[in-house]
């Protein structure tokens, strides 16, 4: 397992596509784009109605299944389906239309039938949200519906030329923020969806709003690809007006940069209407929008790439779920390696030995599956009781590591009340599917984010323990936490590697891990 020590930190990369975090800080440019703090302030488709089928995540996440309306046929095996796999999470502000464009999206690939939509335009009239109609063929809860918000992510599924695609809705509600945190630690891509309506987009990026939030946990998470959709472009405030276009996009660019997405190679811009469902499928009629020659969602989509995990690697499966159905099931995403009907596998980090019994990819039985797929695997060899979200399917030969503390570089962003971040600071650890309350005991190195690459090292100052650091600093610190927790070196996993620090509902820091206890030990 690689190790690093803490004087080569400044050079370490978050990760290949990480490069422009590494330029910002190389260049000493603060973590901000204008007079706004980069920091989030999170204070602030038979018939659909089949549609229902709740799936309890625990305290953590939850997903709401909304399956289509043909019945899936029955396949012994997907790898007839040359189709890639990939899925999408919809973030943003709280009414910024996630739920809209995904329901627009499965009614545009044929999932919801005029006569639904009708029976929801009728019932969000009843609930005096009359525009919401689109937003319930996502939004399958009562309490959704009631009060025009997702609660629960969202979960369907839609086929592009090349790409299934599984969508994600995660709610835009600051009090939800750990829901879509679970939506994004499943997700390759992001379509982060901004309201361009007169206010809308303002209310969403500033302090308070959601929108630089989820960019940065997105990123964190490991969504490498953003689609920002500009929506709402046929509100009568906006009127597709190219110049309101151009005014997000233009502030959104370098705040996305900052937030370590190469804006040129990892994120695509695109005006949008989720209502009317203009340039979702079909590109932008001309009548409509003269000044758009660019693609559509769906072709943007089926044509992004995403960084390629290795199926040939050691089996890694964070799990995100488990219930009984004559036997243990457990789900989750394969971050790393094949999972075969068959294998004998290791559920980390209780080191249980089990056997998989079968494996269903959406709703199909499968012999096998790689990586990015979104599984349900049956287990023999441990009960349901004795498996918990975030423990992690793990093969045998080369399992996760299983550790109590680990050392990690972390970017604070914004400390409640301008707290300083000393040893002794307490916060909740979410990395994949862990939910962990953490300790960070010892500052071990402040990284000096003004110095360059090109630097001569022997000037460096020798390094002394910070006693504490502020806003805005990237330190490394040991981190404890009370139970064992499955995670790995950033640079060997980084779906297990990085993660956000939260303090009474509100994203503090953001973090990869950097070093591990040896081998078969869980502390230093
Ligand atoms: P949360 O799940 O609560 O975060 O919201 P959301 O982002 O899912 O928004 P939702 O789809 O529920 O839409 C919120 C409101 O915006 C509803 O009234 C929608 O009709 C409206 N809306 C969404 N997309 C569009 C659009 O393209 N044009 C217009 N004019 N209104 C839209
Ligand atoms: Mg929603």
Redesign the pocket.
């Known amino acids: 397992m690689a190790t690093l020590s803490p004087s080569d930190l400044v050079d370490a990369d978050w990760s290949p596509e990480d490069a422009a975090v590494d330029a910002a800080v190389d260049d000493a440019e603060p973590m901000q784009t204008d007079s706004e703090p980069l920091t989030p302030a999170p204070e602030d488709v038979k018939e659909i109605e089949a549609a229902v089928q709740s799936l309890d995540l625990g305290t953590k996440g939850k997903v709401k299944e909304v399956p289509p309306v043909e019945e899936p046929e029955p396949e012994e095996d997907n790898e007839e389906n040359k189709k890639r796999h990939l899925n999408v999470v919809f973030i943003?502000h709280?009414?910024?239309?996630?739920?809209?464009?995904g329901g627009q999206i499965l009614f545009l690939s044929g999932q919801v039938d005029d006569r639904t939509i009708q029976k929801y335009e009728k019932e969000a009239k009843d609930k005096s949200r009359e525009?919401?109609y689109?937003?319930y063929i996502m939004?399958t809860n009562e309490e959704e519906r009631v009060k025009?918000?997702?609660v629960e992510v969202g979960r369907a599924h839609f086929e592009t030329e090349n790409t299934r695609f599984t969508i994600l809705d995660a709610?835009?509600?600051k009090s939800y923020v750990p829901n879509m945190i679970s939506g994004a630690s499943q997700a390759d891509i992001g379509v982060l969806?901004i309201s361009a309506r007169k206010g809308e987009f303002e209310t969403g990026y500033e302090k308070g709003g959601q929108t630089r939030e989820h960019v940065l946990l997105a990123k964190t998470l490991g969504v490498s690809k953003l689609v920002v959709v500009i929506?709402?472009m046929?509100?009568p405030t906006v009127n597709w007006d190219k110049s309101r276009y151009d005014e997000i996009e233009s502030k959104m660019a370098p705040f996305l940069k900052t937030s370590g997405y190469n804006v040129k190679k990892d994120v695509h811009f695109l005006p949008?209407?989720?209502?009317?469902g203009s340039n979702i499928k079909d590109r932008l009629d001309k009548k409509i929008c003269s000044w758009w020659d660019g693609p559509c969602l769906f072709e943007v989509l089926d044509k992004i790439e995403v960084p390629l995990r290795d199926p040939k690697g050691p089996v890694r499966m964070p799990i995100i779920d488990k219930y009984k159905d004559m036997g243990t099931i457990v789900m989750g995403k394969i971050e790393s390696g094949t999972i075969k009907k068959g294998d004998s596998l290791l559920v980390m980090p209780n080191k249980a030995n089990v056997k998989v019994i079968s494996i269903y990819c959406d709703e199909k039985e499968v012999r096998q599956a790689g990586p990015a797929e979104n599984v349900r695997v049956k287990l023999s060899g441990i009960e349901e009781e004795d498996v918990l979200s975030g423990f992690v399917l793990s093969s045998i030969s080369n399992p996760v590591a299983a550790v109590s503390e680990f050392h990690a570089q972390l970017q604070i962003l914004e400390l409640l009340d301008n707290a300083i971040f000393t040893a002794g600071y307490n916060a909740v650890l979410h990395i994949h599917s862990v939910v962990e309350e953490c300790e960070i005991v010892e500052l071990i190195e402040e990284i000096d984010t003004k110095r360059r690459k090109d630097d001569d090292p022997k000037k460096k100052k020798p390094k002394r323990k910070p006693l504490f650091v502020k806003n805005g600093a990237v330190v490394v610190c040991r981190v404890q936490v009370n139970n064992l927790i499955c995670i790995e070196n950033f640079s060997d996993f980084p779906q297990l590697g990085r993660f956000t620090l939260r303090t009474e509902g509100k994203t503090v820091a953001v973090g990869k891990v950097v070093k591990l206890p040896n081998p078969g030990n869980s502390i230093f």
């Open positions: 943003g709280v009414d910024a239309g996630k739920s809209t464009t525009s919401w689109m937003a939004d025009g918000k997702t709610p835009g509600h969806v929506n709402k046929d509100d949008l209407s989720g209502l009317v």
